[in-house]
Every structure is written in structure tokens, then in C-alpha cells.
T-cell receptor
Framework: KAGVTQTPRYLIKTRGQQVTLSCSPISGHRSVSWYQQTPGQGLQFLFEYFSETQRNKGNFPGRFSGRQFSNSRSEMNVSTLELGDSALYLC?????????????FGSGTRLTVV | LAKTTQPISMDSYEGQEVNITCSHNNIATNDYITWYQQFPSQGPRFIIQGYKTKVTNEVASLFIPADRKSSTLSLPRVSLSDTAVYYCLVGDTNFGNEKLTFGTGTRLTIIP
């Protein structure tokens, strides 16, 4: 079956702009999580959605937001981009929420802010 | 908040068994432990998951002591293709709001 699909794979934006990233989970998976990965901070949890509701949220500013649609697809939005937002953004899907469920990750979106 | 600690890096020769340990002193009763493998510019890939004692699949084994404050990922007979970063993931339950926390990761280098 198809894996987790993230689009676009690469993105270059200018400081101050906003960006929207998309994630299509594995069919049947209702939970979608987002992570930011940078060389300095490693993998940091952004938020998790389940059945269109945000269930968990990491320690990121309000410029980072997300949503989930009825078909479980999710989008992440970052407004007023800063240079420090340059990172690999990863999406993961699972059947449910919590550490008892194995998560399947996408290949990520590489965002570069210039 | 649960915090996980792993060695930053490890080297091993091909064909050897590699054991990577993750420390998670504040693991909660309902939390599971999951290990992932990540290659450059790719998302982490699920390796194995456990709650207690020992779990084994076709690629690895996971050992969890009775107190569950640590876990050890065991890779048998490693090859060059096992060179990657390995992450330990533990649920982080705070006031019922479980946040999944990745460890710092262990960069494993397999030497021919």
C-alpha cells in the first residue's frame, strides 16, 4: 500500500512569507503528526491530529499551525517565516494516537528560508 | 517530562552485533518504547517496539528491564547498510497529554 506522502519535497521561501505543507497519510490511518528536524535541535514534535482534532501540541510559537481534513490528510502552515524555520519537516501517520502505535514517516519537506 | 538519553555515536565492524541503549528514567506506566532508523534526507523508519521484557522481529531485538527505565536495541550481524542514525521514542505523558519525544539519536557507523 502507498506510504505517507509529503508535498512538496523541496521549498524555498523568503523571510516573512508564509508556507503550507501537505501530508497524505497511509490509507486507514487517522492520526497525523508533524515534526521539525534541524541539525542543532534534532527531531522536535510540532503537533498531532486525530479525526480532525488537534490532540497534542509541542512547544512551538503560534506561527506554526495545522489542520486535518475529513479524509485524514493534513496541512501544516508556517506564517511570517524566519531564517531559523529552515528545516526538514516530517509528517507521520498511525492508526491511533500515543506511543503504543507505530508511526510511519514520510520523506519530508525540505524548507529553506532565505 | 520524560527525557531520553542515547550515546551520540558508535562504531562497529561488519558482521558484529551492535547494542544501543536508551535511558528514559521518567517513562510513564502506559508508554511504549519504539526505535527508528533514519538515513540522510529521509524520514525515520520503524524498527521495533516494545513495552516490557524482550521483543524480536526479523531485523532487531529490543530488551527492556523490569523497571523500564532503559531499553537496548540489538542489531545482529550488522552490514554497511546499517550505517544510520537510530532514535529511541518514548511517550511523554504530562497531565494526560502524551507528547512523543525523540531521543538525541545515535549515529551508528559500520566499518568494513
Amino acid at each position: 500500500k502507498a506510504g505517507v506522502t509529503q508535498t512538496p519535497r523541496y521549498l524555498i521561501k523568503t523571510r516573512g512569507q508564509q508556507v503550507t505543507l501537505s501530508c497524505s497519510p497511509i490509507s486507514g490511518h487517522r492520526s497525523v503528526s508533524w515534526y521539525q528536524q534541524t541539525p542543532g535541535q534534532g527531531l522536535q514534535f510540532l503537533f498531532e491530529y486525530f479525526s480532525e482534532t488537534q490532540r497534542n501540541k509541542g512547544n512551538f510559537p503560534g506561527r506554526f499551525s495545522g489542520r486535518q481534513f475529513s479524509n485524514s490528510r493534513s496541512e501544516m502552515n508556517v506564517s511570517t517565516l524566519e531564517l531559523g524555520d529552515s528545516a526538514l519537516y516530517l509528517c507521520a501517520s498511525s492508526l491511533g494516537t500515543g506511543s503504543r502505535y507505530g508511526y510511519t514517516f514520510g520523506s519530508g519537506t525540505r524548507l529553506t528560508v532565505v | 517530562l520524560a527525557k531520553t538519553t542515547q550515546p551520540i555515536s558508535m562504531d562497529s565492524y561488519e558482521g558484529q552485533e551492535v547494542n544501543i541503549t536508551c535511558s528514559h528514567n521518567n517513562i510513564a506506566t502506559n508508554d511504549y518504547i519504539t526505535w527508528y532508523q533514519q538515513f540522510p534526507s529521509q524520514g525515520p523508519r520503524f524498527i521495533i517496539q516494545g513495552y516490557k521484557t524482550k521483543v524480536t522481529n526479523e531485523v532487531a531485538s529490543l530488551f527492556i528491564p523490569a523497571d523500564r527505565k532503559s531499553s537496548t536495541l540489538s542489531l545482529p550481524r550488522v552490514s554497511l547498510s546499517d550505517t544510520a542514525v537510530y532514535y529511541c521514542l518514548v511517550g511523554d505523558t504530562n497531565f494526560g497529554n502524551e507528547k512523543l519525544t525523540f531521543g538525541t539519536g545515535t549515529r551508528l557507523t559500520i566499518i568494513p
